[in-house]
């Protein structure tokens, strides 16, 4: 398909949508679309259209862009932030019966307007997304970490990145170059508990729990075996403090390469999600994080656990921009088939939607499990030797909980403990959808705060 054709944008002010969308286009708007908010905040014949407005929409672009976002049946939602880069986001949406190809997308435009854009085919839209978010890498490095990926040992692994770039920037503020950085055990525990409670999305950690989609949909059960796991692929070696003779942590062979490419290279990150719309409501086929840095698209797929629902699992992969466009045009379009595939589903209303497992990458640079192993989750390692265990070290209870609220009563494979990663409460203040401390647009109704 060709990605030759421009693509069609305009901005519309927010006083315009619910005139133009509801009142002159006559349109009904689904709880999947974007601007489903206006269907409480606009009462039909309420507002009046400007007349450039009105011009606008009569243009056979921008009814084709409204027909497709009124009642969408595919959606994909991204946050885009982190870094150097302030918090956004923006939604592309496609509905075949009204173009079989395009794809719009509604983003914030200047003050409180929406600008929107069709892009006549999924390739462009592609061409586009991967123009603006991936690093233009031919040959990424190789995938360091287990796959699959508990949740919790996830959130240890970019904490340890952020560590080993605590541990730089402290260096160069000290004149003090060193070849082996290290972090004792207790600041570790307690720069994780700041960096959890404080949502600082210039460090790859709070970006993620910022950017990344669903995680409150997920149990958090930190276990020891979850730090373990780090020492297990190289990332940090547990090892006491020469000076003070209290536990520390070196940074392992792959601590090192992770920490120093993102030290480097890393400034944006971008959390996105794909659902669709069938008979029985939305229904999420993939959810994932990208980090890109000079030397790799990091993508990091979030699904559920085959043998624990509330569990979340996450594989990664260091993709090239080529292969990462490709991947991506395979989820499009997959979503795009579950559409098509509607009406042959056998899932009964109501039960636990959960993401297709997302699109394969090539198996060079992925771990290739031990047929030892019990799948998903690895095993744990065996203890480290006597002589390398840090004094003290982190324990499970450690883990920062300001995310945290107590899972639902009763609720499937949830335990005594058990908790749920949630953002810290923020609202729309003019629809009441719920935002993200950072978030600067609502994803409900579009509206600038």
Not at 422 to 440: A, W
Request: aromatic fraction near 6%; include cysteine.
């Amino acid at each position: 398909m060709s990605s030759d054709a421009s693509p069609f944008h305009i901005q519309v002010a927010h006083a315009d949508l619910g005139p133009m969308l509801i009142d002159l286009l006559g349109l009904e708007l689904s709880s999947f679309s974007p601007f489903a908010d206006l269907r409480k905040s606009y009462a039909p014949r309420s507002g009046s259209l400007s007349p450039a407005a009105r011009e606008v929409a009569a243009t056979p672009e921008l009814r084709r862009a409204a027909g497709i976002l009124a009642r969408p049946h595919v959606r994909l939602r991204h946050r885009v932030g982190g870094g150097a880069v302030p918090v956004s986001l923006f939604t592309a949406c496609h509905k075949g019966t009204v173009d079989a190809d395009a794809v719009v997308v509604v983003s914030a435009g200047i003050g409180s307007a929406a600008m929107l854009q069709l892009f006549p085919s999924a390739a462009g839209f592609l061409d586009w997304w991967i123009d603006l978010l991936a690093a233009d890498v031919a040959s990424p490095a190789g995938n360091d970490l287990p796959d699959p990926l508990p949740l919790e040992s996830l959130v240890y692994v970019l904490h340890a990145i952020d560590a080993f770039r605590r541990a730089s920037y402290a260096s160069l503020l000290a004149y003090a170059p060193t070849d082996e950085p290290s972090i004792g055990a207790t600041e570790f525990v307690g720069s994780l508990n700041r960096s959890v409670s404080l949502r600082d999305v210039r460090w790859l950690l709070p970006a993620f729990l910022t950017l990344a989609p669903g995680l409150d949909r997920f149990l958090f059960e930190p276990r020891p075996a979850h730090l373990a796991a780090l020492t297990e692929c190289g990332m940090l070696e547990p090892v006491r403090d020469a000076a003070t003779g209290g536990g520390a942590f070196r940074f392992g062979p792959t601590g090192r390469r992770l920490g120093v490419e993102f030290f480097r290279s890393w400034s944006l990150g971008i959390g996105f999600e794909s659902a669709v719309r069938t008979q029985h409501g939305k229904r999420v086929t993939h959810r994932g994080f990208l980090a890109p840095t000079a030397l790799a698209n990091h993508v990091f797929w979030l699904d559920h656990d085959e043998h624990q629902e509330q569990a979340c699992r996450v594989r990664h992969a260091a993709l090239g921009r080529s292969r990462l466009r490709q991947v991506l045009g395979e989820m499009l379009e997959q979503a795009i088939d579950e559409t098509r595939e509607g009406a042959n589903s056998k899932r009964s209303v109501g039960a636990p939607a959960s993401p297709r497992p997302a699109p394969r990458p090539p198996e060079k640079g992925w771990a290739s499990p031990d047929s030892s192993r019990v799948l998903p989750l690895p095993p744990p390692p065996p203890p480290p030797a006597v002589d390398r265990v840090p004094a003290p070290v982190p324990a499970p209870d450690d883990m920062p909980t300001p995310l945290a609220r107590p899972a639902a009563a009763g609720a499937a494979s949830a335990q005594d403990g058990a908790t749920v990663i949630t953002p810290p409460p923020k609202f729309c203040k003019v629809c009441g959808h719920s935002l993200y401390e950072h978030e600067p647009i609502c994803p409900s109704c579009g509206w600038q705060h």
